[in-house]
């Protein structure tokens, strides 16, 4: 009897072993709620774009010329990039000599924008990043001309609940950016990767219009779109203009040392690196 309870102990640890790498792995934490993402995701920053090897070409084929040719129109256009990571999608977008406008970058691992600071800093001048939860955008309704958010949804503990910010910060007329996980791994993501027409349906319950898929990548499609509604506003405003409190939707005021929100009071610093940390918020 001794060599099946072996085999029993041996079979119990394989498929504890497929579990963790399931979950860690292929599902990078987000059943495990975002803090574990984001735990992840600081583990790894360092290797990250390592591993991802980014080409440039394809990088301003795919991301940095379209959107740069969407936004033509808009003098000084004015981006948002949610889980920007290491700051991909701005430096594509910066490296477009077309583009005169400004990015901000928002991200819940503090790693990955430490890195992103790093790898954008030739752009710091017209680059700011945030860390905080995309589930809640520190940002007043209708603002950006563009809003970017690639290869996170699935990570987030409901896609719908992040893609209604998004399209809450996006101004009317405005470009939405999104990919959709594909390919085999999807499989792998129950209640997290939806098809593409599921996908397609979520968008389409937003006031969004012109809803067009691209192929980009094995795990990942584009998917673009535009706000509807009477085309407003556009262009570059300053942070305290455009920023609001996370925790109260306030007003937020600059000080010495970071934005205060002059409803709840709550500090929000900006680190030695320039990033804004509204996740380490300080009540007054
Ligand atoms: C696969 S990376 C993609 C990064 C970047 N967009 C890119 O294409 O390289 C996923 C990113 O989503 C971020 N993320 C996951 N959940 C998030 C959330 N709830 N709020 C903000 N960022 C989140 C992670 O920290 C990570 O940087």
Redesign the pocket.
Known sequence: MGWIRLILALLGLVLAGLVIYWQLIVA?G?YLG?GV??LL??WS?HV?ERI?Q?DVGDEQWFLGLPLVRALSLIPAPLVL?????????PRALLRQPAFDGRVIG????RR?LRQAVERTAQFADRLTYIW????RLPFDDDTFDAV?????LE???DARE?VAELVRVLRPGGVLLV?NRIGQDARWLPGRALSNEGFEQMLHSFPLEDVKRQSWQMDYDLVWAIKTGRPQGGGVRPLVEIARCPACRGQLNREARGLRCQDCGCDYPIAEDGVIEMIGKRAR
Do not use: W
Request: glycine content about 6%; charged content about 25%; overall charge negative.
């Open positions: 990078e987000t975002p993402v984001a995701y600081d920053a990250y991802k980014f990039d949610v889980a920007t990571g290491t700051g991909r999608l928002l991200d819940l691992s990955m905080q939860d995309a589930r970017t958010c690639l290869e996170a990570f987030t503990p992040v990919s």
